[in-house]
């Protein structure tokens, strides 16, 4: 994002967020973490009428952030690389993003089922493999961060592997509910996986600029 941009969005925050923001270490966290926010400020405002002074976030008891107001929004953000995402709809939602990268097949071993194991493990290639272990984990965070209890649900509790091998959208069941999973196309080196409930209807993915995000704010 332009640094221009970035600077005119830190006004849109609450104090305690940029204090949270500016403890980064990272300047590139710093601003994932801005536009994560402001993206998802520039929603609310666009989507419910409500001016961006008027919006408060609570956490439930997991943690996942909600309006403070209950009117039937539910959302979820992730953000990774250069990708910032979020996800909207009137039923809890969970989203992940993640930039591809080496991976510690450990962690596969530790977190993943027996089936996932073998998915992941299925191919020869190591980019084959990369990828598969990126739409194991984004599909796994995104049912995680939809069920919203966070990792006192383990990861290894539920399989992902018959919905991520289905044609674009596939079904789970996770802590006694079905989720329905979906992996759009999102750019060249990273996976993507959103997370809503069966009857969700998904409307496809919206780019938006920085300029676009901070009018919506100033309305």
């Given at each position: 994002m332009p640094a221009s941009a970035s600077d005119a969005?830190?006004?849109y925050l609450t104090e305690?967020?940029?204090a949270k923001l500016l403890r980064f270490r990272r300047e590139e966290d710093?601003?994932?973490?801005l536009w994560a926010e402001l993206l998802l400020r520039s929603i609310v405002c666009s989507e419910l009428g409500i001016a961006n002074r008027s919006i408060a976030f609570v956490t439930n008891a997991y943690g996942k952030p909600q309006l403070a107001t209950d009117v039937g929004?539910?959302?979820n953000v992730s953000h990774s690389g250069r990708w910032v995402v979020c996800l909207t709809d009137e039923h809890s939602v969970g989203v992940d993003v993640e930039k591809h990268a080496p991976f510690d097949p450990?962690?596969?071993h530790s977190f993943f089922t027996e089936a996932e194991v073998r998915f992941l493990e299925e191919p020869s290639h190591p980019e084959e493999r990369q990828h598969?272990?990126?739409q194991l984990w984004t599909a796994k965070e995104s049912c995680i961060k939809a069920v919203?209890?966070?990792?006192?649900l383990p990861l290894h509790s539920f399989s992902v592997v018959p919905a991520i091998s289905s044609d674009g959208l596939g079904f789970v069941d996770v802590e006694g509910g079905t989720w329905q999973l979906r992996q759009p196309s999102l750019d060249l080196g990273y996976s993507f996986t959103v997370c809503g409930k069966p009857q969700a209807v998904w409307n496809g993915a919206e780019?938006?600029?920085a300029e676009t995000i901070l009018t919506q704010l100033k309305a």
């Open positions: 969005g830190w006004q305690e967020k940029r710093r601003q994932r973490g929004f539910h959302f450990k962690i596969a598969r272990f990126f919203g209890k966070g990792l006192s780019q938006v600029t």
